[in-house]
């Protein structure tokens, strides 16, 4: 700690997010993005927006939320567009948490919200998932908590049927519920539709992952125009240009694309569900996904072990040290190429250690 410190830093562990290597050429399978490249029509968008740089971006975002309205059929008044969907997050907590409005959500899911709590001090509990990793959404209807859970969950890939989150929604139509829609084009169930019926539920989703936008930033949210009113409040004190020229030209190109990506999202579905048979041909436990990753063990190995040796070989996945899940590894759906290779070492490990 240092003399120069505000005290909203005492205790802080920020977020540790998966190693971006530039020393050496992984095949990188441990932060979710998208093994596709963006489509052309984006890379030309983007190229040909950098011709503006010298003005500022549209503070509303309006063509982009133009641009959305028409793929998700939703009001432009009911979309907040953000830099990652991260950012939205931050503002919906800013906007809708505090000590007489704590937050719950599960003990294993995104590692940003207690981050996000904790640096605007935020009183939060941890839920725990059931034994069998999934949410249990009785514990979420005490009225007077702001809720968010990741839908399908992160790390573990399970999704919620739509109906719990419904229930979990209409509970209290005082507090407000985040659903983080990060991985739902691989197979989840959105809660978009809900939005018309519950002036108090936000779905939040992202460009990052489905979009092959991760670089980019892009994030959104759909809510009634109450709560975006008070999103844009927060938006609006922080950072009013938040999404920038090139990123926007990005998210209309994209979403002109949205048919591409959606097939896109299929394939990887496949590529997922190959891999689950040869991890499970293997061995491993797999939690079932509905999202673009597996969440596997194997007994006999540890997971920090696996991490590494999987390392070793060229491939990175994701470990993560706590305590319920200290024997999994999160690995990220590649393309076919990149699975094979995956399934290929992990054959190799076990035979290593026969
Ligand atoms: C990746 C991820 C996000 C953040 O996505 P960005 O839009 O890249 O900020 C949010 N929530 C969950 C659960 C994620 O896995």
């Given at each position: 700690?240092?003399?120069?410190?505000s005290?909203?830093?005492?205790?802080?562990?920020?977020?540790?997010?998966?190693?971006?290597?530039?020393?050496?050429?992984?095949?990188?399978?441990?932060?979710?993005?998208?093994?596709?490249p963006?489509a052309?029509?984006?890379?030309?968008?983007?190229?040909?927006?950098?011709?503006?740089?010298?003005?500022?971006?549209?503070?509303?975002?309006?063509?982009?939320?133009?641009?959305?309205?028409?793929?998700?059929?939703?009001?432009?008044?009911?979309?907040?567009?953000?830099n990652?969907?991260?950012?939205?997050?931050?503002?919906?907590?800013?906007?809708?948490?505090?000590?007489?409005?704590?937050?719950?959500?599960?003990?294993?899911?995104?590692?940003?919200?207690?981050v996000?709590?904790?640096?605007?001090?935020?009183?939060?509990?941890?839920?725990?998932?059931?034994?069998?990793?999934?949410?249990?959404?009785?514990?979420?209807?005490?009225?007077?908590?702001?809720?968010?859970?990741?839908?399908?969950?992160?790390?573990?890939?399970?999704?919620?049927?739509?109906?719990?989150?419904?229930?979990?929604?209409?509970?209290?139509?005082?507090?407000?519920?985040?659903?983080?829609?990060?991985?739902?084009?691989?197979?989840?169930?959105?809660?978009?539709?809900?939005?018309?019926?519950?002036?108090?539920?936000?779905?939040?989703g992202?460009?990052?992952k489905?979009?092959?936008?991760?670089?980019?930033?892009?994030?959104?949210?759909?809510?009634?125009?109450?709560?975006?009113?008070?999103?844009?409040?927060?938006?609006?004190?922080?950072?009013?240009?938040?999404?920038?020229r090139?990123?926007s030209?990005?998210g209309?190109a994209?979403?002109?694309?949205?048919?591409?990506?959606m097939?896109?999202?299929?394939?990887?579905?496949?590529?997922?569900?190959?891999?689950?048979?040869?991890l499970?041909?293997?061995?491993?436990?797999?939690?079932?996904?509905?999202?673009n990753?597996?969440?596997?063990?194997?007994?006999?190995?540890?997971?920090?072990?696996?991490?590494?040796?999987?390392?070793?070989?060229?491939?990175?996945?994701r470990?993560?040290?706590?305590?319920?899940?200290?024997?999994?590894?999160?690995?990220?759906?590649?393309?076919?190429?990149?699975?094979?290779?995956?399934?290929?070492?992990v054959?190799?490990?076990?035979?290593?250690?026969?």
């Open positions: 700690m240092s003399v120069y410190q005290s909203r830093l005492d205790g802080l562990t920020p977020y540790t997010p998966g190693e971006q290597p530039r020393d050496r050429r992984f095949i990188k399978l441990n932060t979710n993005e998208s093994p596709f963006p052309k029509r984006v890379t030309e968008a983007v190229k040909a927006e950098s011709e503006a740089l010298m003005l500022y971006s549209d503070p509303d975002s309006t063509d982009l939320r133009r641009a959305m309205r028409d793929v998700f059929h939703v009001p432009e008044e009911r979309i907040i567009m953000t990652g969907s991260d950012e939205v997050l931050y503002f919906a907590f800013s906007a809708f948490a505090d000590e007489k409005r704590p937050l719950i959500f599960p003990d294993i899911t995104y590692g940003f919200y207690p996000f709590a904790d640096l605007i001090h935020i009183p939060y509990e941890e839920i725990p998932l059931r034994e069998d990793f999934t949410v249990d959404p009785d514990r979420y209807l005490e009225k007077g908590k702001t809720v968010v859970i990741a839908n399908p969950n992160a790390p573990t890939g399970i999704s919620l049927p739509l109906a719990q989150i419904e229930r979990i929604v209409k509970t209290d139509p005082d507090r407000v519920v985040i659903v983080d829609e990060a991985y739902v084009d691989f197979g989840g169930e959105s809660a978009l539709p809900l939005i018309e019926r519950y002036e108090n539920l936000l779905v939040v992202t460009f990052s489905s979009r092959s936008m991760a670089g980019a930033r892009l994030g959104f949210g759909f809510g009634s125009e109450k709560l975006i009113g008070d999103l844009n409040t927060v938006r609006n004190s922080v950072n009013p240009y938040n999404v920038n090139l990123t030209a990005a209309i994209a979403l002109a694309e949205n048919d591409h990506y097939a896109n999202c299929r394939k990887i579905m496949e590529i997922r569900e190959w891999t689950r048979g040869e499970e041909t293997l061995g491993f436990e797999v939690l079932p996904s509905c999202a990753f597996l969440f596997v063990r194997k007994r006999g190995i540890g997971g920090e072990e696996l991490y590494r040796r999987l390392r070793e070989k060229g491939i990175l996945v470990h993560f040290g706590k305590p319920r899940i200290a024997d999994f590894n999160r690995i990220t759906i590649g393309s076919m190429d990149q699975m094979e290779s995956l399934v290929c070492a054959k190799e490990i076990l035979e290593e250690n026969r």
